[in-house]
């Protein structure tokens, strides 16, 4: 999706982070919920994985979803600065392969 966007404005949390950290604390705020939901997210989805049978249930489940949120954000920084698809892919294969 961010690498069909011509602009690669990127994501709002993520660039606020990056842009903001700390500085404003209201702001900081709204942006720590927003990864909190996210990885509460991943979190269930891990749980869920792990119920079906998709996923080893030896996992914590939130550390991946803290893995999964980190690498996401991580990505979206990847893309705006340089759109390597091949890049992009192995860091996805090496995630999908480490969970």
């Known amino acids: 999706m961010n690498l069909a966007d011509s602009g690669r404005r990127g994501c709002l949390a993520v660039n606020t982070a990056a842009e903001i950290g700390q500085a404003d604390a209201q702001t900081a705020a709204h942006v720590q919920r927003m ?6 997210a991943f979190e269930a989805a891990v749980i869920e994985g ?3 049978g998709e996923l080893a249930r030896s996992a914590d489940p939130k550390a ?17 600065s ?3 698809t091949d890049r992009l892919h192995r860091v996805v ?7």
């Open 35 to 40: 990864f909190d939901r996210t990885e509460a």
């Open 50 to 52: 792990q119920s079906n």
């Open 82 to 84: 340089s759109p390597d």
């Open 64 to 80: 991946i979803a803290s893995l999964l949120l980190t690498t996401v954000v991580g990505m979206q920084g990847m893309v705006k």
């Open 93 to 99: 294969d090496a995630l999908l392969a480490t969970i």
